[in-house]
C-alpha cells in the first residue's frame, strides 16, 4: 500500500519516515528536509511541485489554490506546443500527478500507434563481409589497414529503432517502473512497450534525440510532447546506493512565464496587426555604453515585449505569486516594470499575475508610465485561460493598432 502525503507549495509538514527515505527525499530537489525529532522529519517545498516517489512513500507537492494536476500538465504541454489540448491530458479527477501522467501518456501513446509504428530511416555505420550502402575508405585505411575484410560500411536502414520511439518507449518504462501506477493503466502502458519491440533503450542521462515536426509524424506529436515533458522533469535514480528514487518536480515560476509567452504569441498573431511581433526574453540594457565599465552593463530580459515598427513597445512580465491579503502586489513589481519602460521608452507595462482578482491601472507619478495589473486564474478550465490570454492580447495590441492607423492617415 502506497502511503501518499500531499502538500500545497506554500505549506509544510511534519511525517515519520525512515533515514533512508527521508534522504531520498532531499535527494529529489523537490522539499527541504530537516529533522522533526523522535523519528520525524519536517518537509517544507523548496519552490517547486511535483511528485517523488521512494518505496511505499509518495510525497506530492500541489500549487496552493491555482492549479490541479490536469491543469499543470496542459500549461506544460501548450508551453511547448500551442497545438496540445486541453483533452490530451487526463481528467482533473486523477489522485496525483504521477496517476495524471501515467494515464495521459497512455492515451495519447494509444492513439499515435492505432495505426502501427512509424518507421524511418536511419543511418547505420558497420563492419561487413559483404558491400551494403558505401564503403567508407577513411575508416577503412585508418581502422583495418592492409585488410579486405571486413569492409566498414554506412547504409540506410528502414527501422523502427527513431527518435520518436526512442523517446516513447523511454517514458512508458519511466513510469512502468513506478509503485503508483493503477494496475489497468500498468497493463496499457506494458501492452504499449511490447509493441515497440525493436526500439533501442535510451542512455540514462543522456540528451533527449532530436526528431522534427513532418506530415509522416504527426499523429506522434501530442505523445512525444507529453513523453518529452516526463523525460526532461523526471528523475529516477537511486539515492545511497540504497532505495529508487523517481521524481518528478517543475518550477512554477517558469512554467508560468513559458506559458504566457507562447499563449501571448499565438492570441497577438490572430489579431493580424501588421508588422506586430512578439518577442520572447526580449534583451536590453538600463544603463548607457561607458567604456570604464566595458562589457559590464545592466542587463535586462523582458518576458515578452509586443512591437509594431514606429510605434512604442508594450511590455509584458508574468509573475507567479500571490497577492496579500488586500489584494496588494510587491512594490518590487512596479519598480521592475518602471525600469522596463525607461529603458525601451515604453508607455505602459503589463504585470500579468497567476491567481484570480480584477484588472487595475496604475500611473506612475512624474513619469508617462502606466503598468497595468492583469490578474490570470489559472485554476479556470484551459480553454478560459485562453480566452483570458486572449483578452489581454486585445487590451494591450488593439490600441496599438488604432494608433498605427492614425499615424499612417496623416
Request: aromatic residues 6%.
Amino acid at each position: 500500500m502506497v502511503r501518499h502525503i500531499c502538500i500545497g507549495e506554500l505549506d509544510q509538514t511534519t511525517e515519520e519516515l525512515s533515514d533512508d527515505i527521508a534522504a531520498g527525499l532531499a535527494a529529489s530537489g523537490l522539499v527541504r528536509v530537516e529533522p522533526g525529532g523522535h523519528g520525524s522529519w519536517r518537509l517544507t517545498p523548496v519552490g517547486m511541485v511535483g511528485a517523488v516517489e521512494i518505496q511505499d512513500v509518495l510525497l506530492e507537492v500541489r500549487p496552493k489554490d491555482k492549479v490541479g494536476v490536469s491543469q499543470l500538465l496542459f500549461l506544460l504541454g501548450y508551453a511547448r506546443n500551442p497545438g496540445f489540448r486541453p483533452d490530451d491530458v487526463a481528467a482533473s479527477s486523477a489522485l496525483d500527478l504521477w496517476s495524471a501522467l501515467a494515464e495521459s501518456l497512455a492515451r495519447l501513446c494509444e492513439r499515435a500507434l492505432a495505426n502501427g509504428l512509424l518507421h524511418g530511416y536511419v543511418r547505420v555505420d558497420e563492419a561487413l563481409r559483404t558491400v551494403r550502402g558505401r564503403i567508407r575508405i577513411t575508416d577503412q585505411i585508418s581502422q583495418r589497414p592492409g585488410m579486405l575484410l571486413p569492409l566498414e560500411v554506412s547504409y540506410d536502414d528502414h527501422t523502427v529503432n527513431i527518435a520518436e520511439n526512442q523517446i516513447l518507449r523511454a517514458a512508458l518504462r519511466l513510469l512502468l517502473g513506478l509503485n503508483r501506477v493503477e494496475p489497468g493503466v500498468r497493463r496499457r502502458l506494458a501492452h504499449l512497450d511490447r509493441r515497440l519491440d525493436g526500439v533501442r533503450d535510451l542512455r540514462p542521462g543522456a540528451p533527449l534525440p532530436a526528431w522534427r515536426t513532418s506530415r509522416l509524424n504527426e499523429r506522434y506529436v501530442p505523445a512525444l510532447r507529453l513523453a518529452e515533458i516526463i523525460l526532461t522533469h523526471s528523475v529516477a535514480e537511486t539515492a545511497d546506493g540504497r532505495v529508487r528514487v523517481a521524481a518528478f518536480a517543475v518550477n512554477m515560476a517558469k512554467v508560468f512565464e513559458d506559458f504566457l509567452e507562447v499563449a501571448l504569441a499565438e492570441a497577438a498573431s490572430k489579431l493580424h496587426i501588421p508588422g506586430g511581433r512578439i518577442y520572447r526574453q526580449h534583451p536590453v540594457s538600463l544603463d548607457h555604453p561607458d567604456e570604464a565599465a566595458g562589457p559590464h552593463r545592466i542587463r535586462m530580459y523582458m518576458d515578452a515585449v509586443y512591437q509594431v515598427p514606429g510605434l512604442a513597445p508594450v511590455i509584458f512580465d508574468a509573475k507567479y505569486k500571490v497577492a496579500s491579503a488586500g489584494g496588494k502586489y510587491a512594490n518590487a513589481d512596479h519598480y521592475q516594470m518602471l525600469a522596463y519602460c525607461t529603458a525601451l521608452a515604453a508607455p505602459r507595462a503589463w504585470l500579468v499575475y497567476a491567481g484570480a482578482g480584477q484588472p487595475r491601472s496604475r500611473r506612475i507619478v512624474n513619469t508617462g508610465v502606466t503598468v497595468e495589473e492583469f490578474p490570470l486564474d489559472l485554476s479556470l478550465h484551459p480553454h478560459e485561460v485562453l480566452k483570458r490570454v486572449s483578452e489581454l492580447a486585445e487590451l494591450a495590441v488593439i490600441p496599438h493598432a488604432a494608433t498605427e492607423i492614425s499615424v499612417r492617415s496623416r
